[in-house]
């Protein structure tokens, strides 16, 4: 996409155009454009977070999946949890279990039996 043609579509978003969202959430998970989601999710755009969950797993990102995990969502825990296990990142189940998230402490104990 063209840098006028986001402009364009981020003007429509600021005058209230949900439909210059959905555009710009299409664009940027084709892009694989964490930022650009970050930003639509920021927005209150529910499938924007879905799809930045999504794609900071495909990615890798523990990060973006931490930071989304710590403002309380659910998804990027559970995604968060899995990611951690595949990598084998024991710190961070550890820290996930020290918080009180069971599933995580189970797959942890898990991890340390094998």
Not at 1 to 12: N, P, Q, V
């Amino acid at each position: 996409m063209a840098d006028s043609e986001r402009a364009e579509l981020w003007a429509r978003v600021r005058s209230g155009d949900h439909s210059a969202i959905d555009e710009l959430v299409v664009q940027a998970v084709e892009q694989g454009d964490i930022d650009e989601l970050r930003l639509l999710a920021e927005l209150g755009n529910a499938d924007a977070v879905d799809e930045l969950i999504q794609l900071a797993g495909e990615q890798g990102n523990i990060v973006e999946l931490r930071r989304l995990s710590d403002l309380g969502n659910g998804t990027a825990t559970d995604e968060l949890i899995q990611l951690a296990a595949e990598q084998g990142n024991l710190a961070e189940l550890q820290r996930l279990a020290d918080a009180g998230n069971v599933p995580a402490a189970e797959v942890l104990a898990e991890l340390l039996d094998d």
